[in-house]
């Protein structure tokens, strides 16, 4: 299970790395037609986009996977389950910090991998919790599903 939650939050967070890419490209693109600046060459959109995919994956295997692990190992032993997101929120403040102190690439690439970051934060971590509860109300309730539970004495209809 927790092998699934993984594999599908980094093909997400991969995903949304050229995405975002796209979105940025759209808005230069739409801030150069606003300003009568310069489009760029024909082919800076589909560089852009094919270098924030490549760089979607370093990112995702290199840094995503294992800070996300972490906390989850760290989770696991000392049964404190918000250790996910507080090791991605470390994480993030040194993306940040980083970006910060070596200039507008690096930032321009934190910015990108901002969105990714959080979506797989989401489905590794967010979205356990959330499976987990609707898995024990089926479990509790057998398999039908009960909106709210019956008066004392009602028949109930399947």
Known sequence: MWLARYLLG??????????????????????ATITDAGLGGPLAGPVL???AALLGVALTVAVLLPTV????LVARRTRWRWAPVVTLGGFT???ATAAMAWGT????LAALSLIPLVAFATITH???RAGT???????RHGDVFHSRSP???AIESI
């Open 10 to 31: 980094a093909a997400v967070a991969w995903v949304l790395y050229p995405v975002t890419a796209a979105l940025a490209y759209l808005a230069l693109f739409v801030f």
């Open 49 to 51: 986009i094919l270098a």
């Open 69 to 72: 692990a972490i906390g989850e």
């Open 93 to 95: 403040v040194a993306l």
């Open 105 to 108: 690439v690096s930032l321009v």
């Open 126 to 128: 967010g979205s356990a």
């Open 133 to 139: 509860l609707i898995l024990n109300r089926w479990r």
């Open 151 to 153: 008066r004392p004495g």
